[in-house]
């Protein structure tokens, strides 16, 4: 049961920014949010993951809204190969709990 | 480094045949381990989890069972497939701990016919 919502599908412009919203209403107060993306016929990988703050890394930005219910993963300049699906989780606190639920994702497109 | 092997990376089936996927994980000790599966053009579906050597924890009732014998080896198995059983299965681990990444194998396409 995943407890993320997004968007079903997404198109971005290459070179263009592309902001992927994720809802996530019921979030605790130390559930960290995660995003993973998985390119065709390959298994997810990690994106970047944050808990409060806004947070960046060499592929993205995370922009998590004050009261954490909601989240934004910025690429910030599109291209070909960012084309896949995008899933924003929350990685439960008490990691003894070990489930990683995943929700449908959202699929971006990338159009040249 | 950390590792993840899973095979093999395809595989095709007849209906009542078993099944054996084998998922070992190198670089890392005690991890969380995960099997998915993905049908054709949906979602991730959790199938199994497993926190340490013979915990098992099913997350879907099916077809499918899980075993944990060593420490970083976590074996998908199915006595007698299913059609519906077709699918991308993939493994997965991470460490205990909800701060920390997950790393996924390359994952294994099952055609059951």
């Known amino acids: 049961d995943a407890k993320t919502t997004q968007p079903n599908s997404m198109e971005s412009n290459e070179e263009e920014p592309v902001h992927l919203p994720c809802n996530h209403s019921?979030?605790?107060?130390?559930?960290?949010i995660h995003w993973y993306r998985q390119l065709p016929s390959q298994g997810p990988e990690y994106v970047i993951h944050?808990?409060?703050s806004n947070v960046n890394n060499r592929m993205a930005s995370l922009a998590i809204a004050e009261d954490r219910k909601s989240s934004t993963l910025i690429l910030h300049r599109a291209t070909l190969r960012d084309a896949a699906v995008y899933y924003c989780?929350?990685?439960?606190?008490?990691?003894?709990?070990?489930?990683?639920?995943f929700g449908k994702g959202t699929k971006l497109s990338v159009k040249p | 480094s950390q590792t993840i092997h899973q095979w093999p990376a395809t595989l095709v089936q007849p209906v009542g045949s078993p099944l054996s996927l084998e998922c070992t994980v190198e670089?890392?000790?005690?991890?969380?381990l995960y099997w998915y599966r993905q049908a054709a053009g949906r979602g991730l579906q959790l199938l199994f989890y497993?926190?340490?050597?013979?915990?098992i924890s099913s997350e879907v009732p099916q077809n499918l069972s899980a075993s944990r014998p060593q420490d970083r080896q976590f074996i998908l198995s199915s006595k007698k497939l299913l059609l519906s059983d077709s699918g991308f299965y993939l493994c997965?681990?991470?460490?205990?701990?909800?701060?920390?990444?997950?790393?996924f194998g390359q994952g294994t396409r099952l055609t059951v016919v």
């Open positions: 997965a681990w991470s460490v205990l701990a909800e701060n920390t990444e997950a790393f």
């Open positions: 019921t979030i605790s107060g130390t559930d960290y």
């Open positions: 944050g808990l409060t």
């Open positions: 989780i929350l990685r439960l606190y008490g990691g003894s709990q070990g489930n990683l639920i």
């Open positions: 670089g890392t000790s005690n991890p969380n």
């Open positions: 497993s926190v340490g050597i013979g915990q």
